[in-house]
Nanobody, 127 residues
Framework: QVQLVESGGGLVQAGGSLRLSCVGS????????MGWFRQAPGEEREFVAV??????????AYADSAKGRFTVSRDNAKNIVYLQMNNLEPEDTAVYFC??????????????????WGQGTQVTVSS
């Protein structure tokens, strides 16, 4: 089972940017659907973005809240998945997690379909 470690979170002012990284070990990330989710205190884990496994075309999808501001990408040589977040808003404050899964394309927005998770990285956006 692939192991995942997120990094890159921090404190940023509204309108700022952060790039989150998800480093994989014990498996090749391009073979998995790699999803980014976030979870605010007292809230359920929420889908943010996904880059599908290479065998499914490596296409991307975003939550409406992330469209136009966030970009998910993958560096196959480094076995890292990134989430570039621009124009951040206070509502983006949460712990961000990356997950790896082998589910069908129709299920990539469902957190329960991911089989490996990182420990999360905190993103705090001040107003």
């Amino acid at each position: 089972q692939v192991q995942l470690v997120e990094s890159g979170g921090g404190l940023v002012q509204a309108g700022g940017s952060l790039r989150l990284s998800c480093v994989g070990s014990g498996g090749t990330l391009s073979r998995y659907n790699m999803g980014w989710f976030r979870q605010a205190p007292g809230e359920e884990r929420e889908f943010v973005a996904v880059i599908r496994r290479s065998g499914s075309g490596g296409t991307t999808a975003y939550a409406d809240s992330a469209k136009g501001r966030f970009t998910v990408s993958r560096d196959n040589a480094k076995n890292i998945v990134y989430l570039q977040m621009n124009n951040l808003e206070p509502e983006d404050t949460a712990v961000y997690f990356c997950g790896a899964g082998s589910q069908a394309m129709s299920a990539v927005t469902l957190s329960r379909m991911y089989t490996s998770w990182g420990q999360g990285t905190q993103v705090t956006v001040s107003s």
